[in-house]
């Protein structure tokens, strides 16, 4: 099998990334399995459940560690020296992320805390209300970054603070998105989240590899932003509501098969 551009495949990414050349990527932007015995559908996420997509594949905790060398192994060699990775995690299963990054040979840029605005109720500990990003490479000397593509270096906020300063901070206060009466699957990266990695770490025409595409969020905003894509998903479910969005080139479907909740169509 040959994996072209602009395409999402329904397979395991480890055997997909196996048929891609070395060096053929520029950007990596993906939020891999959470290994915590994750329920897409319990009452504590105020999600109307009939609306969330079944099918979540969860990884055994104890296998974690070898899955996640396995995918970023092959995620090193599909990389360019030039490009960047981008690795979601929350914080139980954070070790074996940062231990199988140095491992493969990753060389970790910046460790990024994205917060959002609620997290899972608690009584017993305090409430995790952030998300890790581990902004990582394989060549610091060559790898690429856009550090005006957002903000000039002399924009001012209203307070009078340099804007690509604070924007350039490595906390990201960044809302989760709500999709109220929308299909959705239970874990999504909000879009301003994907587009601030794609314009600090890419330019138009760069390919972006997911490879737990999920609901296709980074191949969507990727698509919207003129990058080539190429996404990698084993749910069935999770496969087709992607694919529907990049064919049809729209952001959210309503639950149903309706059209859109809101028409964001690829600019």
Known sequence: MQVELDRIYL???????????????DLIVTDPPFAIHFR???SNYNRTQGRVL?????????????FTLSWMREAYRVLKGSGSM??????NNLKDILNALD??????????????????CTKRRFVTSHYH???VCKDDRLRRFYPDARFAADSRLPDGGNAR??????VWVIPREYWNGDVKTPTKLPAELIRKILQYSSREGD???????????VAVVAQQMARRYIGFEIVPQYYEFALRRLQERVYRLRAGGEELAARRRAR
């Open 86 to 91: 981008y690795v979601f995690s929350g914080w």
């Open 133 to 135: 990003c581990l902004y």
């Open 54 to 66: 079944e099918g979540y594949n969860e990884v055994p905790a104890e296998e974690y560690y070898e």
């Open 207 to 217: 390919i972006v590899l997911d490879p737990f595409l999920g609901s296709g969020q």
């Open 11 to 25: 397979m395991d990414c480890r055997e997909g990334m196996k048929q891609m050349p070395a060096d053929f990527v």
């Open 103 to 120: 491992e493969v040979g990753f060389i970790t840029v910046n460790h990024i805390i994205w917060k959002y605005q609620f997290g899972v």
């Open 40 to 42: 897409a559908k319990r």
């Open 165 to 170: 300063y604070r924007d350039m901070e490595d």
